[in-house]
């Protein structure tokens, strides 16, 4: 965000100050006060952008949870922000920034690869459902998270958080940790406020397991009427629903493993280490 920013810490909360007026940090941040700030004018979507695309770059050398940057993420935000100061809103996500696993496909200039090499390149007809209700509903969709690759069809003994195209996803709280999967780009991008909200897919009990060891899962994307393929649900703070609530159908469980680095008891981290949680 192009102003200054003071931190202070609270128990729960750490508490920025932006143009001289309190507000939450982007790791604590909700979508209402994304959108007051942005219907007061403490900030821009441009801002948004901006201020998530440096904390990209802060962290995710160390953390590979994003595989893609939106070229456009800029010029979109620079649209709505426009069509903001005509008093105009497109709907409850107009100008926010949103990350989408690597496996949900846009028809931009993304590369829709499910982590792999073999698909870098290609080109999809149009955006899936999940990412069009997205884009109508005035999200800025700032990029693609990493996962394990093929959502963990891979091989049976696949590598938590692992593609051949975005490489090996860390948790962010100590040194190699196991991100669980398939979403774990979505889940630790989340974890450190690399945007607003990530979205992943369930394609197993990946939901509980991202929960347990990376971030509380306090949004839910329940599965859409229509959607193709598995029910859609997301990492973040905050909650939204992009359809009516409805209780998803339970896949069957299936052990994923890690790899042997993974295997060696690194659950908890030492005593007293944050990690790259502000």
């Known amino acids: 965000m192009s102003v200054e920013l003071e931190l202070r810490r609270t128990p729960r909360l750490i508490v920025t100050t932006v143009k001289g007026q309190p507000f939450p940090s982007l790791i604590n941040v909700t979508i209402d006060d994304l959108q007051r700030g942005l219907d007061r004018g403490l900030f821009t979507s441009v801002d948004l952008v901006n201020a998530y695309l440096a904390r990209i770059a802060e962290v995710n050398p160390r953390l590979n949870a994003v595989t893609e940057i939106n070229p456009d993420a800029l010029t979109i935000a620079a649209d709505l922000d426009g069509l903001r100061a005509k008093g105009k809103t497109s709907g409850p996500l107009h100008g926010i920034p949103i990350l989408i696993k690597n496996n949900i496909a846009t028809k931009d200039k993304m590369n829709n690869t499910a982590g792999s090499y073999a698909l870098l390149g290609t080109t999809v007809p ?31 003994n696949s590598s938590n958080g692992w593609s051949a195209y975005g490489g090996q996803v860390y948790g962010a709280y100590y040194p190699g940790m196991d991100p669980s999967g398939s979403s774990s780009g979505s889940a630790v991008a989340s974890s450190v406020g690399l945007a607003l909200a990530s979205l992943g897919t369930e394609v197993s009990p990946c939901h509980r397991t991202h929960g347990s060891r990376l971030t509380s899962l306090d949004l839910w994307l329940h599965h859409i009427p229509g959607s193709e393929g598995e029910s859609c649900r997301g990492q973040a703070h905050g909650r939204l629903d992009l359809s009516p609530p409805r209780h998803s159908h339970q896949l069957p469980s299936r052990h994923h493993r890690a790899d042997d680095t993974h295997r060696q008891g690194r659950r908890h981290p030492p005593q007293g280490y944050r990690g790259l949680r502000p």
């Open 126 to 156: 149009m955006d899936s459902f999940i990412a069009r209700k997205l884009r109508e509903a005035g999200a800025i969709i700032l990029g693609k998270a990493n996962l394990s690759q093929w959502a963990n069809y891979r091989s049976s």
